[in-house]
């Protein structure tokens, strides 16, 4: 019996599926069924052997990629966002060469910088997470992997955070790399990346002052700092966004809107950088407001004070650079464009000056005075944040469009106050990673 079934198992491969049938057909009854049933036991065997002995096989991912949860970041989706939203060949070139830069100058270990290389490789990653990248992009995949494992490392190091714990920077740096892997987590489904979210996030909320501002270094202290609290808030807007399982998100988001709230100078119509009231800080109106729309949409009378601050005095001229500019309009960008306020104004000088203002490699350096920077450190982040400018078109939904799709945004707010139990935002999935190994599936290509 064996010598038959093996040779004609040897005809079924060598021949047409036709001719195998047919003889298998002829058998008799009792060779047949037990033949069909080794067939259906063989891959399962297959899975079991790779997965590591008596182990279940492997979950495979959906065929379904998951929708994007932050913006139109698919190729064919960023097409319809650049045409609908106004930009064009000229930013797409623009984001192509940046990212390529970056690509060139990435460090062996996956990361960029050499100073503060946690928080610096968060800012790069989320510029190519920002236009689809993922690990398995063609071009970019390995940049994307490299500086996901580079992150990873630094996060398992140092015992819960991507630098040391109450490090000088650690507001910044794990504020900025953790807004990076929940954008990754986002996309990819990583499992491996699920709990390092969890615990990121979970820090993040740890470092918040009691009335929910944060500082330089994390902990209790009486400072807070609008500039490091905006990269902890856009951190805890993309957890919710990804679905981190992480205590207390909507809360800390809450009282991260009521400490931003109290610090809006009502006479001028700016948010103040630290403690004080008033005055104002030109350079971070943005950031407020930003911070305010994000997790208490556009009808409170700080985030229309704010606006008509900005609609007035904001403005890009790379001729008129001023230290911390790039920074501004980074903010005053994402602002005008999520808000759907003042982007048809805003929008064409935005372009113009970057676009006309890049260097030939790909990169933007900061000039003021007309003295460049002569910092690469500085030349990296400036050159991150004007490529997630010219991104703005695709990497985030604006007001209206989360509205629609049900959730975030000034949809998510009662009577001027983040409301608790409302819906997640667009694109949120209360489902947890897969189990077991699997590919990445990301953004389609």
């Known amino acids: 019996m064996t010598t038959y079934i093996s040779s004609n198992r040897n005809a079924a491969c060598g021949g047409s599926w036709r001719a195998a049938l047919l003889k298998i057909s002829r058998w008799r009854p009792v060779f047949r069924l037990p033949f069909f049933l080794f067939l259906l036991y063989l891959p ?164 918040q002052r009691g009335e929910g501002g944060w500082d330089y270094r994390y902990g209790e202290s009486a400072r807070r700092d609008l500039s490091v609290g905006g990269w902890n808030m856009q951190a805890l807007n993309a957890a919710r966004s990804a679905s981190a399982d ?14 931003t709230k109290k610090h809006w100078d009502k006479s001028t119509g700016m948010f103040t950088y630290s403690n004080e009231t008033a005055p104002g800080r030109p350079t971070l109106t943005g950031v407020g407001a930003l911070c305010v729309i994000e997790l208490d949409g556009t009808d409170s009378a700080e985030f229309k004070g704010a606006m008509r601050y900005l609609v007035k005095n904001a403005r890009i001229d790379w001729r008129q650079m001023q230290p911390y500019s790039i920074y501004s309009w980074y903010y005053q960008t994402l602002t005008f464009f ?12 935005m372009k113009k000056e970057l676009v006309e203002n890049q260097d030939d490699d790909g990169h933007w350096e900061e000039s003021v005075g007309g003295r460049p920077s002569n910092d690469q450190e500085m030349d990296v982040l400036n050159t991150a944040l004007c490529c997630l400018m010219l991104e703005v078109y695709y990497r985030y939904f604006t007001v209206s469009v989360e509205k629609e799709r049900g959730g975030g945004g000034s949809s998510a707010t009662k009577g001027g106050e983040v409301d608790d139990e409302a819906p997640l935002s667009t694109g949120r999935s209360s489902e947890k990673p897969p189990e077991g190994k699997i590919e990445y599936k990301g953004i389609p290509y």
């Open 44 to 207: 399962h065997h297959a899975s079991a052997q790779d997965s590591g002995k008596g182990a279940a096989p492997a979950r495979e991912m959906p065929t379904a990629v998951q929708a994007d949860p932050f913006g139109f970041r698919s190729k064919a989706e960023r097409i319809k966002a650049l045409e609908k939203y106004g930009g064009d060949a000229s930013t797409e070139d623009a984001v192509l060469k940046a990212l390529r830069w970056f690509k060139s100058i990435q460090n062996p270990d996956g990361s960029w910088g050499m100073s503060y290389r946690s928080g610096i490789t968060g800012i790069v990653l989320l510029a190519f997470l920002g236009h689809g990248e993922t690990p398995m992009s063609e071009e970019f995949g390995k940049s994307v992997s490299g500086s996901i494992a580079y992150l990873e490392k630094q996060f398992a190091a140092n015992g819960g955070s991507f630098v040391q714990k109450n490090f000088g920077n650690e507001g910044y740096e794990h504020a900025i790399a953790t807004f990076a892997v929940c954008e990754a987590y986002g996309m990819t489904r990583d499992p491996k990346l699920y709990p390092v979210m969890n615990g990121a996030v979970k820090r993040v909320i740890e470092g």
């Open 246 to 259: 992480a205590p207390s998100i909507q809360e800390a988001m809450r009282k991260a809107v009521k400490d």
């Open 338 to 349: 999520k808000s759907e306020q003042n982007w048809k104004n805003w929008n064409p000088q």
